[in-house]
């Protein structure tokens, strides 16, 4: 079946620009994350939601970012007034209910801030 | 805040030899203790994981050590292929909303 998917691939922007990264999720996968990846580096925690709960904010690193997601499906993540540090690759996972462990990501957004 | 701590950050082991990674966590809420593999261009995936009332754990040439006493698992590649040249993320999960975080990965090259 369809994995996770992600678009743009590939956004260049403009600093001070707004932009919105798209996660289309595994269908019938509750859990969806939202990871940034700079070059070479680990993935750091971004945002969380589950089902129908409030969404864990905690790792947003600026009021800047944002994230949506309607019920079960499609996330967005809105980065504003885009800063040349926001420049990485931003992943996407989704899960089912019950295997935490097992998470699915996307391919990326590779967002360069020029 | 809590972390993850993975070592080494790089590693590099010639085709056919042992390729160890180790994964040092602080505490955790995990039913399983995952490795996840990633290539170039591409998202994680899950490789192997591990219950933690297993000491051990193998499929194929990957095998998942779990020491619970110290907080610590570690994945091993036998005979390792440069097909398995990759970063490689250990992850925990840090409370029972599903908090989830990774290590800073470690990126292996196997020569050829």
């Known amino acids: 079946g369809a994995g996770v998917s992600q678009s743009p691939s590939n956004k260049v922007t403009e600093k001070g620009k707004d932009v919105e990264l798209r996660c289309d999720p595994i269908s019938g996968h509750t859990a969806l994350y939202w990871y940034r990846q700079r070059l070479g580096q680990g993935l750091e925690f971004l945002i969380y939601?589950?089902?129908?709960?409030?969404?864990?904010k905690s790792g947003l690193p600026s009021d800047r970012f944002s994230a949506e997601r309607t019920g079960e499906s499609v996330s967005t993540l809105t980065i504003q007034r885009t800063q040349q540090e926001d420049s990485a690759v931003y992943l996407c996972?989704?899960?089912?209910?019950?295997?935490?462990?097992?998470?699915?990501f996307g391919p990326g957004t590779r967002l360069t801030v020029t | 805040q809590q972390q993850v701590k993975q070592s080494p950050q790089s590693l590099i082991v010639q085709k056919g030899g042992i390729s160890i990674i180790n994964c040092a966590y602080e505490n955790t809420a995990f039913d399983y203790f995952p490795w996840y593999q990633q290539f170039p261009g591409k998202g994680p995936a899950l490789l192997i994981a591990i219950r933690p009332d297993v000491s051990e754990k193998k499929e194929g040439r990957f095998t998942i050590s779990f020491n619970k006493s110290a907080k610590q698992f570690s994945l091993h590649i036998m005979d390792s292929q440069p097909g398995d040249s990759a970063t490689y993320f250990c992850a925990d999960r840090l409370n029972r909303d599903d908090k989830i975080i990774f290590g800073k990965g470690t990126r292996l090259h196997i020569l050829p």
């Open positions: 939601f589950q089902g129908n709960s409030a969404p864990d």
């Open positions: 996972a989704s899960r089912i209910t019950g295997t935490t462990y097992e998470q699915y």
